[in-house]
């Protein structure tokens, strides 16, 4: 059983949207947070936005105006939904769990590809 399932993903113009959505399982029921975290070729994984169980939200610079983090009623389901699309955000985007607790994100999931085209 996959513990965090990522869905959303595709190719989409310079200044479109997506959205992607991230489902936990019951290994992460109990988390303190999730996150999204994205990865492009040569570079390392980096924190693009997360969300607290009580939906405090941090982002990192370069997408803040542009994306919002928010989760499901359920606590165990968090999206993310991104607009004004630029090619540098080109990348994998994983969706992340932190067990309470834990300083770092234990949990993640497969991945899902975004691709911005200008």
């Known amino acids: 059983q996959a513990v965090l399932v990522e869905s959303g993903g595709g190719s989409v113009q310079a200044g479109g949207s997506l959205k992607l959505s991230c489902v936990g399982s019951?290994?992460?029921?109990?988390?303190?947070?999730m996150g999204w975290f994205r990865q492009s070729p040569g570079q390392e994984r980096e924190l693009v936005a997360a969300i607290t169980r009580r939906g405090f939200t941090n982002y990192t610079e370069s997408v803040k105006g542009r994306f919002t983090i928010s989760q499901g009623e359920d606590k165990n389901t968090v999206f993310l939904q991104m607009n004004s699309l630029r090619s540098d955000d080109t990348a994998v985007y994983y969706c992340a769990a932190r067990p309470c607790g834990w300083v770092e994100f234990g949990y993640w999931g497969q991945g899902t590809q975004v691709t911005v085209s200008s």
């Open positions: 019951k290994y992460t029921s109990n988390h303190c947070g």
